[in-house]
Protein backbone atom coordinates (compact mmCIF):
# COMPACT_ATOMS: atom_id res chain seq x y z
CA UNK A 1 0.00 0.00 0.00
CA UNK A 2 2.94 2.17 0.67
CA UNK A 3 4.77 1.97 -2.30
CA UNK A 4 1.80 2.29 -4.62
CA UNK A 5 0.82 5.56 -2.93
CA UNK A 6 4.35 6.40 -2.86
CA UNK A 7 4.56 5.83 -7.04
CA UNK A 8 0.97 7.93 -7.48
CA UNK A 9 2.55 10.58 -5.51
CA UNK A 10 5.60 10.61 -7.63
CA UNK A 11 3.74 10.21 -11.29
CA UNK A 12 1.56 13.20 -10.08
CA UNK A 13 4.47 15.24 -9.21
CA UNK A 14 6.31 14.71 -12.47
CA UNK A 15 2.62 15.50 -14.61
CA UNK A 16 2.67 18.70 -12.37
CA UNK A 17 5.91 19.64 -13.13
CA UNK A 18 5.19 18.86 -16.57
CA UNK A 19 2.54 21.06 -17.53
CA UNK A 20 4.87 24.10 -15.25
CA UNK A 21 7.78 23.37 -17.60
CA UNK A 22 5.39 23.24 -20.37
CA UNK A 23 4.08 26.68 -19.50
CA UNK A 24 6.97 28.67 -18.56
CA UNK A 25 9.12 26.70 -21.83
CA UNK A 26 5.97 28.33 -23.98
CA UNK A 27 6.20 31.79 -22.92
CA UNK A 28 9.90 31.86 -23.74
CA UNK A 29 10.21 29.93 -26.75
CA UNK A 30 6.93 30.78 -28.41
CA UNK A 31 5.63 27.93 -30.35
CA UNK A 32 3.24 25.41 -28.39
CA UNK A 33 3.46 22.27 -30.76
CA UNK A 34 7.70 22.86 -30.54
CA UNK A 35 7.43 23.43 -26.94
CA UNK A 36 5.45 20.36 -26.10
CA UNK A 37 6.39 17.83 -28.14
CA UNK A 38 10.22 18.75 -26.93
CA UNK A 39 9.48 18.63 -22.88
CA UNK A 40 7.59 15.21 -23.90
CA UNK A 41 10.67 13.87 -25.48
CA UNK A 42 12.97 15.10 -22.67
CA UNK A 43 10.51 13.39 -20.08
CA UNK A 44 10.29 10.19 -22.15
CA UNK A 45 13.71 10.04 -22.79
CA UNK A 46 14.40 10.89 -18.58
CA UNK A 47 11.93 7.49 -18.10
CA UNK A 48 13.67 5.53 -20.15
CA UNK A 49 17.09 6.20 -18.97
CA UNK A 50 16.20 5.55 -15.48
CA UNK A 51 14.56 2.45 -16.33
CA UNK A 52 17.80 1.18 -18.09
CA UNK A 53 20.06 2.08 -15.08
CA UNK A 54 17.43 0.82 -12.69
CA UNK A 55 17.75 -2.46 -15.12
CA UNK A 56 21.42 -2.77 -14.98
CA UNK A 57 22.00 -2.21 -11.59
CA UNK A 58 18.90 -4.75 -10.52
CA UNK A 59 21.07 -7.53 -12.80
CA UNK A 60 23.33 -7.76 -10.10
CA UNK A 61 21.50 -8.78 -7.42
CA UNK A 62 18.51 -11.37 -9.40
CA UNK A 63 17.12 -14.28 -7.68
CA UNK A 64 18.96 -17.26 -8.76
CA UNK A 65 16.29 -19.93 -10.89
CA UNK A 66 15.29 -22.06 -9.17
CA UNK A 67 16.30 -26.26 -9.81
Known sequence: MG???????????ALGMEIL???????LLGG???VFSLLLTL?????GWGRCSVAGSSADTAVPPRP
Not at 3 to 13: E, I, K, P, Q, R
Not at 21 to 27: F, G, M, Q, V, Y
Request: glycine share 12%.
Open 3 to 13: TTLALALSGFG
Open 21 to 27: WLRHASI
Open 32 to 34: FRA
Open 43 to 47: LLVGL
